[in-house]
Structure formats: C-alpha cells, structure tokens
C-alpha cells in the first residue's frame, strides 16, 4: 500500500488552550493527515503562547506570531511551515494574514475573513502579488450532502431556481452573557474585536456562503432588519434580510442569536421550478427533495449514487454518522492541495479569499441597510 501525500506544515496563530475554534481546526487537521501542526503562537501574551504550544505538543512554540513568521522563514524550505492557520477575532486577521503572505506562506482564515472590505482587499492584493492561496473556514460547505445538493441544482434538477431561504438560529446569546466574562460571548459582542456585526457576522455569513454554495447564484440587493434585544448589548444580535438576485430569484436569510431553546439551527432550502431541496445542519447526513408530482425522497449521505464532490468528501459507510469535525476537515484537504499546487475538486470547492471577501461585503450591506416600513391600516 502506497503511502499519502507528505502532510502539509502549518503554523496556527490565535486558537491556543481552551479556545473553541483553535481546537476544532486542530483537530480537522489531523483528520486526514492532509496536515501537522508543527508551529504556533497562540496566544496574545507570551507566556501563554509558549505555555499553549508546550501543552498542545506543538514542536515550536513562539511568544507571538511576527516572531513565528521570522524565524519560520528563517528555517531550511524542508523543515520551515507551508502556510498559516489564523483563528483570532475578526479584528486581528489582517495583519498577520499580509505578513504570512509577504513572507511566503499559504493562508487558511476563519471567517469572517477580515473586519471590513478595505482590508479584504488588502488580503487578496498580497495573496496574488505572491502567487499564493488563501482559505476560508466556511465550514458547512464541506459536508459530503450540501456538495451533493449543489451539483443537482448545478445538474438541473431543480429547474430553474425561484427562492433561497437559509436560516441561522441559536439561543446562546438570548441574555447579555458577555458580562459574566464568558471569553466567546465577551469578544463576538465587542464591536472593536468583530468588526462592527454581531449575529450578522458570527453566523450570518454561514447562512450567506452556504446558500450562494449550494444555489450557484450570489444576490444583486438586499434589504435588512437588523435588531439588538440584549439591554446593553452594542453589536446586533437578530436580523432579517430580503435578497433579490440577477435571475429573477428571491430570498430571505434569518440570523439570530437570541432564540431560546435553539441550538445550532442552520438550515436551507431552494425552491426551484421542478423540485424544492431541504437541509439542516444539525441533521447534515441527510438531503430532502421534493418533486412537482409530490414524490419526495431523503438522500442521505454515503449512498454511491451521489455526486463525485459528495463521494471524495465522505469517510464513512452509510448509517455512520459524520459530522462538524469532518466538514471542517474537507475545507483543510482542499486547503493542502492548493498548498501543493494539486488542482483537485476539493481544492476547487473549498472556500477563497473571493469567497471571504463577500461575506464582509453582505455584513457591511445588512449594517448600511434601511428598511422602509409601511404603516398597515
């Protein structure tokens, strides 16, 4: 048995001990062996970084990350890091990701990919001045059933699109939990650290990539309802957006973080002129079609009768379920291949800067948005 590609070195800044995301990323990394982790600078302080990096095992460990970009670059091209995973807050993206670029490393962000669009387009300008790719973690694009909702309404099953409805609802944030210090609540609810949005960009942004993934059509307008309800609260916490698009299509997208008794709600559904598809995340292995004649059916994921870009994303027989962790880790394969040049379909599916750069967009759009009511009678 031939072994694997070579494992792609990363560097990680931010995401050190007891971080959600940090650890989320570190694991999808693993997953496949599609990368190491063989550096980081963890931490805003430098004994935590250090202590972070001797906890975690990670072989080098650095007070902050322009020291890790230095001596990284400073190391032979056989032992120094490929490229760079950033899961800091929104506000601190920027920098570090130009800085990796200019030092010749590949870049992976979590979304969003910067506070606003000025510095997405820095981002991008750096990433191909350099020749070198960028990433970004939107995540839910990586399960094996929403690639495999995409290719039919690529295909024409669906017919011609008419509605795209995605929906983003947690419950976490109904109450202002940023004043006992949670670390999660305090910084998404700091418009300094978030780039101005709250629930619009924390989750928002999900909803918005996953619908432009899966429909293959990016909205023209929109208009948003954006709300705060938490007393004291500074960024938005529940929105309401109205989208039209080119094609005649329309849509809505809810994202809203003070919904009791949800979890992690993501869901989609397009409405097309011959048959509707349903999806929610927290049932990912399954895909529901809906046909004019009133059939309906539930695919589900490791049939082998689906899409090529659902088959390769897919670890598993059918009836085991896979999840967050493996969706995540699908983003980072297509991450590695790009690292290595490989022109693959899960290099072509994973998220890029074009991709990162419109989500900002629509949070700066839903913020500059004013309904226009009209008194009912």
Same mark, same amino acid.
């Given at each position: 048995?031939?072994?694997?590609?070579?494992?792609?070195?990363?560097?990680?800044?931010?995401?050190?001990?007891? #971080?959600?995301?940090?650890?989320?990323?570190?694991?999808?990394?693993?997953?496949?062996?599609?990368?190491?982790?063989?550096?980081?600078?963890?931490?805003?302080?430098?004994?935590?970084?250090?202590?972070?990096?001797?906890? %975690?095992? /990670?072989?080098?460990?650095?007070?902050?990350? =322009?020291?890790? %970009?230095?001596?990284?670059?400073?190391?032979?091209?056989?032992?120094?890091?490929?490229?760079?995973?950033?899961?800091?807050?929104?506000?601190? *993206?920027?920098?570090?990701?130009?800085?990796?670029?200019?030092?010749?490393? *590949? !870049?992976?962000?979590?979304?969003?990919?910067?506070? +606003?669009?000025?510095?997405?387009?820095?981002?991008?300008?750096? #990433? @191909?001045?350099?020749?070198?790719?960028?990433? /970004?973690?939107?995540?839910?694009?990586?399960?094996?059933?929403?690639?495999?909702?995409?290719?039919?309404?690529?295909?024409? #099953?669906?017919?011609? !699109? =008419?509605?795209?409805?995605?929906?983003?609802?947690?419950?976490?944030?109904?109450?202002?939990?940023?004043?006992?210090?949670?670390?999660?609540?305090?910084?998404?609810?700091?418009?300094?650290?978030?780039?101005?949005?709250?629930?619009?960009?924390?989750?928002?942004?999900?909803?918005?990539?996953?619908?432009?993934?899966?429909?293959?059509?990016?909205?023209?307008?929109?208009?948003?309802?954006?709300?705060? *309800?938490?007393?004291?609260?500074?960024? @938005?916490?529940?929105?309401?957006?109205?989208?039209?698009?080119?094609?005649?299509?329309?849509?809505?997208?809810?994202?809203?973080?003070?919904?009791?008794?949800?979890?992690?709600?993501?869901?989609?559904?397009?409405?097309?002129?011959?048959?509707?598809?349903?999806? *929610?995340?927290?049932?990912?292995?399954?895909?529901?079609?809906?046909?004019?004649?009133?059939?309906?059916?539930?695919?589900?994921?490791?049939?082998?009768?689906?899409?090529?870009?659902?088959?390769?994303?897919?670890?598993?027989?059918?009836?085991?379920?896979?999840?967050?962790?493996? #969706?995540?880790?699908?983003?980072?394969?297509?991450?590695?291949?790009? &690292?290595?040049?490989?022109?693959?379909?899960?290099?072509?599916?994973?998220? +890029?800067?074009?991709?990162?750069?419109?989500? &900002?967009?629509?949070?700066?759009?839903?913020?500059?948005?004013?309904?226009?009511?009209?008194?009912?009678?």
């Amino acid at each position: 048995m031939s072994a694997g590609p070579t494992p792609v070195r990363f560097g990680m800044i931010g995401g050190g001990s007891g #971080a959600f995301i940090g650890a989320v990323h570190r694991t999808a990394m693993r997953l496949d062996g599609e990368a190491a982790l063989v550096a980081g600078a963890l931490s805003s302080t430098p004994e935590r970084a250090i202590a972070s990096a001797n906890e %975690l095992g /990670i072989p080098r460990g650095y007070g902050d990350w =322009r020291a890790m %970009l230095d001596a990284e670059a400073a190391l032979p091209q056989t032992e120094r890091i490929e490229a760079v995973s950033i899961v800091t807050p929104n506000d601190t *993206h920027a920098e570090p990701a130009i800085a990796a670029l200019k030092a010749g490393f *590949h !870049v992976v962000l979590d979304k969003p990919m910067a506070a +606003d669009s000025d510095e997405c387009r820095a981002i991008a300008a750096a #990433a @191909d001045h350099a020749g070198l790719s960028v990433t /970004i973690t939107y995540n839910y694009s990586g399960y094996p059933i929403v690639r495999h909702a995409r290719s039919m309404i690529d295909g024409g #099953a669906l017919g011609t !699109v =008419r509605r795209v409805d995605a929906r983003y609802v947690q419950g976490w944030l109904a109450n202002d939990l940023e004043a006992s210090g949670q670390k999660q609540a305090a910084w998404r609810t700091d418009p300094e650290r978030s780039g101005g949005a709250g629930a619009i960009g924390d989750i928002g942004t999900h909803a918005y990539q996953l619908a432009e993934f899966v429909s293959g059509q990016r909205p023209s307008e929109l208009c948003a309802d954006v709300h705060t *309800h938490a007393p004291g609260r500074r960024v @938005d916490d529940d929105a309401s957006v109205l989208l039209r698009y080119d094609s005649g299509a329309s849509g809505t997208l809810t994202a809203s973080q003070i919904c009791i008794g949800e979890e992690n709600g993501l869901s989609l559904r397009v409405y097309g002129s011959n048959a509707s598809l349903s999806w *929610h995340q927290e049932s990912p292995n399954e895909l529901r079609v809906f046909s004019n004649d009133g059939s309906r059916r539930t695919l589900t994921r490791g049939d082998t009768s689906l899409a090529t870009g659902a088959q390769i994303a897919t670890r598993l027989p059918p009836g085991h379920p896979e999840g967050f962790h493996e #969706a995540f880790a699908n983003i980072y394969r297509g991450a590695a291949d790009r &690292v290595r040049g490989v022109d693959s379909e899960h290099a072509s599916l994973a998220p +890029d800067h074009r991709d990162g750069a419109a989500g &900002v967009a629509f949070i700066e759009a839903c913020l500059a948005s004013n309904s226009n009511w009209v008194t009912l009678c």
